[in-house]
């Protein structure tokens, strides 16, 4: 029995609708009461919740306990399944008339593969919907109170992937490097060397104010500053771990520690 059949035996006592659908839900940086109204709405009315390792547990503790839920998640090096198996899972849960929900961290369409998962599900006529979540880049970044944009700083942010296709780096340095911009990469940690040595060989000032923010929106948030010359020495004094993500520009000299954050009461959540 393959594992798709073992999934489906296992799920098989709740009642399948007449058309079994996906929606790609974002569940934001990890903060819970980040979540959209819709996302927290259809994640609440899901048969199968298939899931990535960023979703947060505070996130999770909001799925209907009678869902069947499918860790996906992927880690440097470790893969719960490939993409063509999540691809090929997904397709054969809605197949099955079941209610799926593709819960992904941050945006699906942001970093996330949501786009690749769409058009597969379209290719076999399954009926796909997309709730867009909080991209971690402006979640956290707003959580650690470091403005992306600024008139006296920066008219324009870019976000930009450190983990590419079959480990290669092949990013346009040169256009990364430009005055009153941003950058944002997301999973940088393991490329941070290169992101350093690139950004300054191709005329970006070894002095650029960056941060490090570690867990972003979540209790344990750690943001780390320095230059950009500075980063790899960063890294490995301070050590900080995954899910990290990287903002380099003038906007970071803006950054007081510690943030000031507002508490919200989370009863409209667990309601």
């Known amino acids: 029995m393959s594992a798709i059949e073992k999934l489906m035996l296992a799920g098989d006592h709740r009642q399948p609708v007449r058309n079994g659908e996906v929606w790609l839900v974002g569940a934001g940086p990890g903060d819970a009461e980040l979540l959209t109204l819709k996302a927290l709405r259809v994640i609440r009315q899901a048969d199968v919740v298939v899931f990535d390792r960023l979703v947060s547990p505070a996130v999770m503790a909001l799925l209907p306990p009678e869902a069947l839920r499918i860790d996906v998640g992927k880690s440097m090096g470790c893969h719960t399944l490939s993409q063509k198996q999540i691809d090929h899972l997904l397709v054969e849960l809605a197949l099955s008339g079941n209610r799926v929900v593709r819960l992904k961290g941050g945006d699906p369409f942001i970093f996330g593969r949501g786009g690749e998962e769409m058009v597969e599900l379209q290719r076999h006529g399954v009926v796909c919907h997309v709730v867009p979540g909080i991209t971690a880049g402006s979640g956290c970044a707003a959580a650690s109170g470091i403005p992306l944009t600024h008139r006296d700083y920066a008219q324009s942010v870019r976000f930009v992937t450190g983990h590419c296709r079959n480990g290669e780096v092949n990013l346009d340095w040169r256009g990364l490097v430009s005055a009153g911009q941003t950058l944002v990469f997301y999973m940088g940690l393991t490329l941070s060397e290169t992101i350093a040595t690139q950004l300054i060989r191709h005329g970006m000032a070894a002095q650029t104010p960056l941060a490090i ?59």
Do not use: D, K, N
């Not at 903002?247 to 507002?262: F, T």
């Open 213 to 271: 923010i570690e867990r972003g929106t979540l209790p344990q948030q750690r943001v780390l500053t320095g230059t950009l010359s500075e980063l790899p020495t960063l890294i490995a004094r301070q050590r900080p771990v995954s899910p990290s993500l990287l903002v380099i520009g003038e906007v970071v000299s803006l950054y007081r520690a510690p943030a000031i954050v507002s508490e919200m009461p989370t009863e409209a959540l667990t309601a």
